[in-house]
């Protein structure tokens, strides 16, 4: 498998446009993450998906963020207007959900290899 | 609210030395799971062990031990006779599922340097 992809790996944009970054989850995973990390705040969660639909987007930081995920194959995190401070390394990261060997308490989580976003 | 303090911003030790990271945890939940992930220069983050909390026994992976301790809050991790490879920042993460559910609450990290 090839894992999580990210595209793209590198996104150089100018204060007001808008920008769209993406993943490719690993098939067959039910539950797709973003985080954003930061060096003052770390890594954080913005928002995840169960099975395509958002189930927590309480850390998305303002209405200038937006995600979606119209299949399973796929999702998207846009920022629009993108401003200076949304500089950061923005992770996926997706899990396989539960079994019945392997119910969803017991799994990780896949990480992207992340996009680095500067805002100038 | 869950919490994870690695109160280590960054640590500096000579190859061969045994080093200790330390990340003190905060949640309400009886049910949860500890993390340690591995961030080297190339930047993806790499999953090294996940815990439950209803098992505290150490876990001893090659160089790489982890003493979990519920009474204390803490989940350390600890690397033998540490190598240059070693070299990364370390994050200790906390969920109350598998982590595979629901999302992680990441420390800030630590920065771990060997030097030859």
């Known amino acids: 498998d090839a894992g999580v992809i990210q595209s793209p790996r590198h996104e150089v944009t100018e204060m007001g446009q808008e920008v769209t970054l993406r993943c490719k989850p690993i098939?067959?995973?039910?539950?797709l993450f973003w985080y954003r990390q930061t060096m003052m705040r770390g890594l954080e969660l913005l928002i995840y998906?169960?099975?395509?639909?958002?189930?927590?987007d309480s850390g998305m930081p303002e209405d200038r963020f937006s995600a979606k995920m119209p299949n399973a194959s796929f999702s998207t995190l846009k920022i629009q207007p993108s401003e200076p401070r949304d500089s950061a390394v923005y992770f996926c990261?997706?899990?396989?959900?539960?079994?019945?060997?392997?119910?969803?308490?017991?799994?990780?989580?896949?990480f992207g290899p992340g996009t680095r976003l500067t805002v100038l | 609210a869950q919490k994870v303090t690695q109160a280590q911003t960054e640590i500096s030790v000579v190859e061969k030395e045994d080093v200790t990271l330390d990340c003190v945890y905060e949640?309400?939940?009886?049910?949860?799971?500890l993390f340690w992930y591995k961030q080297p220069p190339s930047g993806e983050l790499v999953f090294l062990i996940r815990?439950?909390?209803?098992?505290?026994q150490n876990e001893i992976s090659g160089r790489y031990s982890w003493n979990f301790q519920k009474s204390t809050s803490s989940f350390n991790f600890t690397i033998t006779a540490s190598q240059v490879v070693d070299s990364a920042v370390y994050f200790c993460?906390?969920?109350?599922?598998?982590?595979?559910?629901?999302?992680?609450?990441f420390g800030k990290g630590t920065h771990l340097i060997i030097q030859p």
């Open positions: 990261a997706s899990s396989p959900g539960g079994t019945r060997h392997h119910p969803s308490s017991y799994n990780e989580q896949f």
């Open positions: 098939s067959g995973h039910d539950y």
């Open positions: 998906f169960n099975n395509n639909v958002p189930i927590d």
């Open positions: 949640t309400r939940d009886t049910t949860y799971y």
């Open positions: 815990r439950n909390s209803f098992d505290e």
């Open positions: 993460a906390l969920s109350d599922s598998g982590g595979g559910a629901d999302g992680l609450t």
